[in-house]
């Protein structure tokens, strides 16, 4: 990928936390794409985790996997989602 | 399957292997080991109640059993926010750690001569929001624990049963259907992950493969959320699925019965009542009382007795407003300010008590929003040094309140939405009603509004409106990529809208006159809007802290039979 498609990517990833989330004060640049999204960071909590895999499905036709670890090593941080959308996207 | 009360101690009398299930299920074998060494961890330590927080339901059970089978209390918290436990640690006898370390010694010394429990001793403490907005906290004994399993065991016998649960244990109604429950009748038993739908769905492959009817203990956080596309079609469908917690929509009620081919059964009741009533929506609306329990309607109110009460024989009034119908009642809604978010009850005054204990708040006003994600907003007054007038200023200020209130509250009960005010806005009779709440809300789902903050007439001609920019105004995009700014027509736009608003305005725009722009007007800034009433329309001016930002005079066709034209 390209580093214009992988920044492209990380803006539109950012917009959809934002308005999958309906986070009002956070704009594109609040997003530290290695800070945590959730608990002390971004402060997500657990009805955001499955209001994002829903939207991760939608827009990427993203299947998230059983085992939950893993779900969660994805959602850890922006760049960690990142790494999960280019690799697991359908469309 | 065989129901064995609690008192009876189930665990040491039945065998409930499943050499095929995966070990993050719970199954006697593993239980009887964990439970000794919890014993012996316990031999040495003072008697009485002890904090008990554990996610996982082995290591849960396990603790739970060795403080009841030592005759000690197990005090549940109701979350595992820091301010939460050393509030509750300071009230107890020790704290649990997390696990009981290596074993040092052979178990069965020190194992104590088990026997039979005492119905009348107490078995829990759970915590609840009180609705005066503290928390509470409230013993239940053996036998009231014991009645509502046998009720459970009476409408929903755990046949060959795998139960899965999705919700916390902490909580009256996953610590009864999700755990004591399956315990009492040797069925295998899940939790942790499994509030995950992706991890549900292996779960109820894991039970299917086992030869076992899962059964799911689930909350409307889930069932409202369950993605489409998941493998539900995989697995055995399960023989029922719970919701408690809070209300299902039917929508909702529907979609989850579709896609886990499963009746999904509400349970309604609270932590000092524990189960008043079921219901299966999809074909019935209205609620059945559980069995043993007597309803009393009067007056919109509902007053039970039962054996799960503290108090079977006194009737108790529980703060939900109803309206019985032939075979059951309806629900209305909470007669005080406590509300359910993610499943957990907030109380508004607690949130609010918490907010005004900072040296920055004046007053504070958590007001349920009515949105389908359930998220709180707080109408925050600050002494006038303390407004934030940027949006860097805002957002520290969000960011340190928030902090501060997950400290004690679980992250669901945090408001998201805030607003910062010198005064709360009020209605003619001084009062923050639902139309000013909209008011003060409005530009969370209309992205074209400016963030309103509150009015006021400065004389019969003019007004003085406060507002924000909200960073996520749809203007916004496009002019200017790297520098986002307010465009000068919306500000215009925005003039002649609450001019309308305000003064009745509906005259046709004629032009504009005397229009300077001087400031950029930035997302986040707080600003005011002044307008004043002219014979041919109205001159506005938009300042901030910064200084004036834009100013002009719009020309409004003046409305029939005026001076004008």
């Known amino acids: ?91 | 399957m065989t129901f064995i009360s609690l008192t009876q101690l189930p665990w040491r009398n039945l065998s409930f292997r499943h050499e095929c299930l995966p070990n993050h299920w719970v199954c006697s074998a593993s239980l009887a080991l964990h439970i000794d060494e919890w014993h012996l961890w316990l031999a040495d330590k003072p008697a009485g109640r002890w904090l008990l927080c554990q996610q996982q339901p082995l290591a849960f059970c396990a603790a739970l059993i060795a403080l009841w089978e030592s005759g000690r209390v197990a005090v549940l918290p109701a979350d595992d926010r820091p301010g939460t436990l050393s509030r509750l640690a300071s009230e107890v006898d020790g704290t649990l750690p997390d696990a009981p370390g290596p074993r040092l010694a052979k178990s069965a010394e020190t194992r104590p001569r088990v026997v039979p429990l005492d119905p009348s001793a107490t078995a829990v403490v759970l915590s609840t929001s009180g609705s005066t907005g503290n928390p509470v906290q409230l013993a239940k004994r053996f036998d009231q624990l014991d009645a509502e399993l046998s009720a459970h065991a009476q409408l929903w016998p755990l046949t060959d049963s795998g139960v899965i649960s999705q919700v916390s244990h902490q909580h009256i109604y996953g610590l009864l259907t999700g755990i004591l429950h399956p315990l009492c009748t040797s069925t295998p038993f899940c939790g942790g992950e499994s509030r995950y739908p992706e991890t549900l769905v292996t779960r109820l492959q894991e039970a299917s493969a086992a030869g076992l009817h899962p059964v799911v203990v689930s909350s409307p956080a889930q069932l409202s959320r369950l993605p489409e596309h998941l493998a539900w079609h995989a697995a055995t469908p399960p023989a029922r699925v719970f919701s408690s917690g809070a209300p299902l929509s039917q929508a909702h009620a529907q979609l989850a019965e579709r896609l886990l081919q499963a009746p999904v059964i509400e349970i309604y009741g609270s932590t000092e009542t524990g189960g008043i009533a079921q219901r299966r929506q999809t074909s019935h609306s209205a609620w059945q009382p559980l069995p043993g329990v007597a309803l009393a309607f009067q007056d919109g109110g509902l007053s039970l007795r039962s054996p799960f009460l503290e108090m079977p024989q006194q009737w108790w009034h529980q703060p939900d407003l109803v309206a019985p119908v032939d075979d059951g009642f309806m629900l209305l809604g909470r007669a005080d300010r406590l509300v359910k978010i993610g499943g957990r009850r907030v109380s508004l005054d607690h949130v609010e008590c918490l907010l005004t204990a900072l040296e920055e708040v004046s007053e504070a006003r958590c007001v349920d929003l009515d949105r389908t994600d359930g998220r709180l907003g707080a109408v925050v007054v600050l002494e006038h040094a303390f407004i934030p007038h940027q949006r860097d200023a805002r957002q520290c200020l969000i960011q340190r309140l928030r902090a501060h209130l997950f400290d004690h509250l679980e992250p669901v009960a945090v408001p998201r939405y805030w607003r910062f005010v010198e005064t709360v806005p009020s209605n003619t009779q001084g009062k923050l009603d639902r139309t000013l709440i909209n008011r003060l809300f409005a530009d969370l789902d209309d992205p074209k509004e400016p963030r309103w903050l509150g009015e006021h007439l400065l004389d019969a001609n003019s007004c003085l409106l406060t507002l924000e920019v909200p960073e996520r105004l749809a203007f916004l995009e496009g002019h200017f990529d790297e520098y986002p700014i307010v465009p000068g027509v919306v500000m215009v736009q925005w003039a002649i809208h609450y001019a309308h608003d305000i003064f009745g305005h509906r005259g046709l725009f004629l032009g504009i006159e005397r229009l300077k722009f001087t400031r950029a007007l930035l997302p986040g800034t707080r600003f005011t809007l002044q307008l004043t009433r002219r014979e041919d329309g109205i001159a506005f001016s938009i300042d901030s802290q910064e200084g004036r930002h834009c100013a002009g005079q719009v020309r409004l066709q003046a409305p029939k039979g005026g001076q004008h034209g």
């Open chain 1, 1 to 91: 990928m390209t580093e214009t498609c992988h920044q492209t990517l990380e803006i539109e990833l950012k917009r959809l936390i934002i308005d999958a989330l309906e986070l009002e004060d956070i704009t594109l640049a609040d997003i530290d794409p290695h800070a945590p999204l959730f608990g002390e960071g971004l402060g997500l909590d657990s009805i955001d985790a499955l209001e994002l895999g829903l939207a991760l499905q939608k827009q990427y036709g993203i299947k998230l996997d059983s085992e939950a670890d893993e779900t969660r090593r994805h959602f850890a941080s922006l760049a960690a989602l990142q790494a999960l959308v280019e690799a697991r996207r359908v469309n």
